[in-house]
Each structure stands twice: as C-alpha cells, then as structure tokens.
C-alpha cells in the first residue's frame, strides 16, 4: 500500500495566507515616500474634507476638483482620521481593500469548484501577482474600485449560481449595493463594466427572463445607494455631473486629446508582465479548464468578466496599468479552477516548464543587478551610497532562484509543488521592493522628504507658490489649501471659477505678488524645473535656490 500523502489544512493555509498577507501589503505601507501626482492627490483631499468639514464637495488645495466622485475621499479621510496624517494610514485603504478583495476571491472560488483549496489558491494567486501588489500597496483609487467592482460582478454570479430563492435574493442586493459603492468610487464605469460582462452572459445562455427583469433588483439598489450623494454634490454644485460626466468619461474615453494616450495593444504588451509570476503557469492551467464540461457556465462567465472590460479598456484612448486590475480578480479565479481542475500527470509537465521559464527570468534579473552594478552594463540602477538596497534586491531576486531550484529539483511530476514554488518566489521581491526603491526613483517622484526638511524652517504665513505638478505635495507637506499656482495642471477647471482666478499667477501676477509680500512676509517657491528661466527673470538674485530631481525650490525670506 502506497504512503499516504500527507496534506496541510485549509486553516493552515489561509493563517499563512493571511500572514503574508500583512507582511507584504500592511508592514511596508509606510516604508517609502509618496509618489507625485497621485499619492499626494488622494491624500490631501480627504486631509481638506477633514480640516473644512465639508463631506459632499471634493477639493484640492481648495480648489472644486470633480474628476472623481466622493466614496474614495471619505475612505482616505477616515484612515487619516484614525491613524493620523501620514503614510501609512493614506495606503492603508488600498492594502485593505486588496485583501478584501482576495477575501471575497476566495469565498467565490469555494463555491465555484468542489476541489478542496480552489479559493485559497485563487486568493493566493491574487495577491502575488506583481501589478495587484504594485497597486495595492500605493494610494490610488483602483484597488477600492476593484473591491467593489469584484463584489458586484462576482456577487451576481453567485446569485445566479444559487438555487435558494431567498438567499439568490440576498446576494443580488449585495451587488447591488457593491455596485453603488463602485459608483461613489469611480463613477459611470462602475454600471458599463458590469453590464458588459452580464448582458452577454444571459444572452449567451439564452436567460432572456433575467437579461429583462432580473437585473431590476441590483441596479435598484445602486441607484438607491449613490443618490443621496448625487442629489447633495448637484445642489451645491450644479456643474459636477456634466464635467464629470463629459470630461472625465466621454473624452478620456475617445478624444483625440485624451489623458494619457496609448496604442490599442499597450494592455496586451504589458498584461504578461503585470500578472507574474502566474504568467508562466497559464499553459498548465488550460487542460484542467478544458474539462470543466459540467461548469461551463461559470467558467464562460469569468472569461467573459476578464476578457470584455480588458478589451473595453484597450478600445479607450487614455490608459494606465492600473486600469486592468479589475480584469485580475476572474484571471485568478480561471487560473486556480484550472490548476486545481487539471490532471497532474497531463499537468505536470506545463508546470514543471512554466516554473524553468519564471527561474531563468530571475536568473535574467539577478544577473542584470550584478552586471549593472559591476560592469556598467545601461544606466546604473543604484548609486554609490545604496548598497544595501541593491543588495535587499539581489537576496530576493537570489532567494527567488532558490526556491524555484528546489522545486525543480525535489518535487518532479508534482503541479501543486510548482504552483506554490512560483507564488513563494515572488514573495521576496515584494517584500524588498519597497526598501529598495532607488535614489533615482526618490529624487523624481518622491519630493515629500526634501519638502519636509525645507518646510520645518518656512513660516506659517508665508506665501507658497507651486505648479500642476507638485502643488498636491506642497499642499500636503505643508497642510495647507491657499497656495498660487504657474500652471494650472489638472486644476484648470478649479481656477476657472471668478473667485479662484486669481491663484493661477502669470509672469506679471507673479512679480506682484513678489513685490507685496517684499520685507513682509516670506515667500516658498516649489515647481517643475522648467519655470525655471520665467523665475530668475522676476526673484531677486538673493533668493535660495534648491534642485531636488525636477523638482526646483526657491525661497526668499521676510526681514526681521
């Protein structure tokens, strides 16, 4: 009789899930600075809430910013609330609503497939994938809006699932409810997305009493759910939803002029990179897929939930890679059912290859960082004087490569061992990543330390003047809203109202300003260092001056 297996249990697993879990995503929130522009964005309007009182009208160093709806900023402000105004507690709603979003991953996985451990392998994958940590450790609004955007596509399909008439009921209103919350966070896309997903579905499975009267229910609830703040953020503020809906929808969706503009494939190119190390594993997945005949439903409902928005968001002129991690959640849903689902001995081998190919990227990485650092081989990644941060990045590349060695080298025809192998080594690197960010990267993005040093010697009632691009760090730094601009940024449409005009200084405002608060009152200059040659042509020469990366700073001081 052979030896029997020994097997580790599902509480096990999911106590080391978790463990690592705030080892990776909640430990190293405050470990590096926050990165302009969007860090500082989404902490210093809840920080404004805050300090006004005002809950209904977003605002950004005072000025009406209504790119996005109002959910995100009240989840901000109540971290800062209770955990202070730093950069813990501004990370904070993203690193928890990536584990939530895992959470409810893995309860969906459970569900979805009787093989025992499917919804913790579906978590794990989650959470381990490069772009879902590279998001959901930084403060931007994505990993909230995936949470939510998880629940209600993911919620329906449960529902649907479901025999229980009461119980299918229940869950219809949780989506529901998921789906008004994603509205709060992001806005209109939070109702296409799912419908994209489950309009098709039903049509596809021919459920034309549903497609026609069963979605009343969740979309009743969300309406219900975002009206208050609507109704409230229309009567104080008439003009929101038509910039919010023209501007921030219809033209960063297909104008010409659209925010960041990418090629159609830009998604394509770099979905294989975002979703390491798994990328490797989606070849061993595929037969295990192919035999879920008896689940074919729910399995074309996740390829419909991850391919349709991945494609909608392709078709859109203005992308960021962020965009996609709601397509992350039914990636690592397939991937586990496959896994799970696959034969090993049909298996084992796509794994064991899967796992060779993420050994020899490491191996490629861990030999750039020597090269690089040794030979001169491209730019030089790390400095002189950051050693030890070059060297945390060489152990978890090198940590890496081991355990994919010993995989290989133990554990022959065994898929299991492999996909657990691919998910550890990755965890070094995540948990070096935050310590050994860069000088470079610092120095360009990360103005926040330098502009607190200066800030501890300028006094409060000194006039501060920034640009588009680093106001929301000084506002932040400094706590402060009443800060003159250069250039306008992605505050144009705040400056444009009558009583804020005059904070958008031109080179003749500026020199007036300069000449009023001469003798009297200290003046912080703080921009991009292209406005640099309009400045030395109005400061006088004895003005500090200081260059911090792209950043440049000035500083003249009142007489005493």
Known sequence: ??????????????????????????????????????EFRYSEIPREMLASDNWVVPRLNGLRYFEKPVLGYWVGAASLALFGENNFASRLPSALATGMTAFFIGLLGARLSPNRGTGILAAFIYLTALAVFGIGTINILDSLLTLWLTMTIGGYLWAWRESNERLRRILKITAGVACGLAFLTKGFLALVVPVIVVVPFLAWQRQWKELFTGLWLPFGVAFIV????????YQQEPDFWRYFFWEEHIRRFAADDAQHPRPI???FATLPAMALPWTFMVPAALPGLRRQAGNRGSVGYLVLWAVIPFLFFSVARGKLLPYILPCFPPLALLLAIGLRESLPEAAAARGRAGLRGLLWLWIAGLAFLLLNQFAGLGKPVFDATEGIRWGALVAAMATGVAICIVALRTAAGRLHVHVLAAGLAVVPLILAIPFAMPNRTRMSKMPGPILSQLAADVPADAVLISDGGFVHAVAWIFKRNDIYLLSPGELRYGVSYPEDQFRLLTAAGLRQLLDRSA?????????????????RSVLAASARQLKYGDMVVWETAAKR
């Open 265 to 267: 494939w830009f998604f």
């Open 519 to 535: 003798g009297r009152r200290a003046v912080f200059i703080a921009c991009d260092a292209a406005e640099e040659p309009m400045l």
């Open 226 to 233: 975002a009206l208050p703040w609507a109704l409230l953020i």
């Open 1 to 38: 009789m052979p030896p029997r297996r020994r097997t580790i249990s599902s509480a096990a697993l999911i106590a080391a899930l978790v463990i690592g879990y705030c080892a990776a995503y909640l430990l190293n929130l405050d470990t590096f600075p926050l990165a302009r522009m969007d």
